[in-house]
Structure formats: C-alpha cells, structure tokens
C-alpha cells in the first residue's frame, strides 16, 4: 500500500517539472527560483533580462533542459514503481534511490535559497527514503527470503 504513496510522490516530480516548464516559458523563469537567481546573481530576475537579455535567454534553455531531465526522472521512476517494484524485483528497490541525487543536490543548490523551494525538496528529501525504508521487509525480509528459495 506504501507504494501508492511512492507513486504519488512520482506524480509530483512530474508536476514540479511541468509547471516549471510552463513557467519558462511564460516568464523564462520559475517563480519559486526568483529568490535563488536574486541571491546568487545579485540582481533581480526582470532586471536581467533588461539589462542581459543573452545571458537571460541561455538560462531560461538551461532551465527547460533541467525541467525537461526532472520529467524524464519522474517519468523513470513512475515506471520502475508501477511495475517492477509492485512486482517486488529487488533491483527497482535499488533504482528508486536514484532520485536522491536529483534530490539532494537541487536542495543544496537552489532550494534552500528560498523558503518554497527549501519546502518542496524537503518533502522529496524526506519522503522518498522514509517510503523506500518502510518497504525493506517486503524486499529482503525473512518471507522473501524463504519464498525464492
């Protein structure tokens, strides 16, 4: 059942990629990430990209190839958790590790500039290995164990 909650968890990389998309595309920069390129650039996004339109432009693609990677790793995940982890193949236990990376280093990157975003990846930070660990027993517990074998 605690896999249900790992799906919804996909669900929302998902969502978090796509708004972040569409929120490229509308103003070249999503609104949760205002307060990390303010802090790291020292200026205000709308001030950029009056003053540094090219500079505005090349980080707005980055932000769409990093949206677009977050949708493939959601898509990815989504995947192994419907599938082959339902179906309690170890190495999809393994796999849905992955995203920590992802993870970790958008928090530690971006996400803790701004008290949203800090939110956000918290809730995948957290969520992801508290969901993976309650599912250990189903993976390697005894009656695995003893029923491959």
Same mark, same amino acid.
């Given at each position: 059942? /605690? ?7 996909? /669900? ?23 307060? /990390? ?7 205000? =996004? ?18 769409? /190839? ?24 170890? =190495?999809? =236990? ?24 800090? %939110? ?9 290995? %508290? ?19």
């Amino acid at each position: 059942m /605690a896999w249900i909650l790992l799906l919804l968890l996909g /669900a929302l990389f998902l969502f978090g990629s796509l708004s972040d998309l569409l929120a490229d595309e509308r103003s070249g920069l999503p609104s949760d990430h205002l307060d /990390a390129f303010s802090t790291i650039a020292g200026v205000a =996004w709308s001030s950029a990209q009056q003053s540094s339109a090219g500079i505005t432009r090349y980080i707005t693609s980055l932000e769409i /190839a990093y949206a677009v990677h977050e949708l493939v790793f959601g898509l990815l995940f989504l995947i192994i958790v419907a599938i082959p982890f339902r179906r309690r193949a170890r =190495w999809a =236990w393994w796999a849905c590790w992955v995203p920590m990376l992802a993870n970790l280093t958008y928090t530690f990157t971006i996400g803790h500039y701004g008290t949203t975003t800090l %939110v956000y990846s918290l809730i995948a930070d957290v969520a992801l290995p %508290v969901l993976l660990l309650l599912h250990i027993s189903a993976f390697f517990g005894k009656s695995r164990l003893t029923s491959q074998g």
